[in-house]
């Protein structure tokens, strides 16, 4: 028997003995509630948040004799809806799963998440609200998810910087001291210095200070995979400077190298598709600055039509 038939073989049979396992678990009474959930957490730890949430919502709830079960149960639904909102793109669909998150993940924090899953239940508490514009809430959360769950750190860190600058009551100095911090950290890989040198251009951006965003998407190689982020935030910049009372043809000239760093992502692989989309927002209001209503008409209506989110 060849190789291959004996490893098809076995990964059968793991598969089966997996699927009897659960079967088992789902519908017979011979493993106790407790054995139950961290079988439940093992399956979340594997990323399969929705056999998981299954798992736990089949159990008798009457028989749960300690908090962190109660806890453990919300954690796992609620990290369900979490995993399921990320991955849909129709926005009322998602806002409506993260919302059932919220309420689960909550619970489960009240009652403090199961051990060891702390980190990452406020990790996904955050990211819901903030998602939710809820973002003084999100700020705690997040902020235990950037010290606790090492995998969610940068992510978390963005979202707080992110609430720093367009919040109701933007507060850049905070934003900064955040970066700092972030910059700050011991084995940063080279992705993670770019995404860190963007967020600063972001905060200088934002600041008005636009002579120090330029030098800074300098240091970004074109195959850095942060190379589209730093073109969107130099040509927004720059379109942001071409509204400051310069003479016309220096307006002009801004606006025309803004065009030029949004026409070069449309030249990059693997770009996001949210980077794509704010892209097309930035070409449509260079358009309008440029008095080209027609193209930007086209532009707006164009990212209107190409996805269920709305622009």
């Known amino acids: 028997m060849g190789k291959i038939k004996i490893l098809a073989i076995v990964g059968g049979l793991i598969a089966l003995s997996t699927a009897?396992?659960?079967?088992?678990?789902?519908?017979?009474?011979r493993v106790d509630t407790s054995e139950q959930l961290q079988l439940g957490l093992r399956l979340a730890r594997?990323?399969?948040?929705?056999?998981?949430?299954?798992?736990?919502?089949?159990?008798?709830?009457?028989?749960?004799?300690?908090?962190s079960e109660t806890a453990t149960l919300h954690f796992?639904?609620?990290?369900?809806?979490?995993?399921?909102?990320?991955?849909?793109q129709h926005r009322p669909s998602r806002t409506l799963k993260n919302e059932e998150a919220v309420v689960e993940l909550q619970k489960s924090r009240e009652l403090?998440?199961?051990?060891?899953?702390?980190?990452?239940?406020?990790?996904?508490?955050g990211m819901a609200l903030y998602e939710l514009f809820r973002w003084e809430e999100a700020i705690e959360p997040l902020t235990i998810a950037s010290d606790r769950w090492p995998k969610g750190r940068d992510e978390a860190v963005?979202?707080?910087?992110?609430?720093?600058?367009?919040?109701?009551?933007?507060?850049?100095?905070?934003a900064m001291q955040r970066l700092e911090r972030w910059s700050a950290l011991s084995a940063l890989t080279p992705s993670d210095v770019d995404r860190i040198t963007v967020k600063r251009m972001e905060i200088h951006c934002q600041q008005g200070d636009h002579m120090r965003v330029e030098p800074l998407w300098q240091s970004i190689v074109m195959e850095s995979p942060m190379r589209s982020n730093a073109n969107l935030i130099l040509a927004r910049c720059l379109r942001q400077q071409a509204q400051e009372k310069d003479p016309p043809s220096v307006s002009s000239d801004r606006r025309q190298k803004a065009m030029s760093h949004l026409k070069e992502i449309d030249t990059l692989r693997n770009v996001p598709t949210d980077i794509r989309r704010r892209s097309m927002f930035e070409e449509g209001l260079l358009f309008r600055d440029s008095g080209e209503t027609r193209q930007a008409v086209s532009a707006m209506s164009s990212l209107r039509l190409s996805s269920p989110f709305e622009p």
């Open 20 to 29: 009897v396992m659960i079967g088992w678990i789902l519908f017979g009474n």
């Open 46 to 67: 594997k990323g399969d948040y929705a056999t998981a949430a299954k798992l736990a919502q089949s159990l008798d709830k009457s028989k749960f004799q300690k908090r």
């Open 76 to 88: 796992l639904v609620g990290a369900a809806a979490r995993q399921t909102a990320e991955l849909l």
């Open 112 to 125: 403090k998440f199961p051990p060891g899953y702390e980190g990452i239940g406020n990790y996904m508490l």
């Open 158 to 174: 963005e979202r707080l910087i992110d609430i720093d600058l367009y919040s109701d009551h933007p507060n850049p100095e905070s």
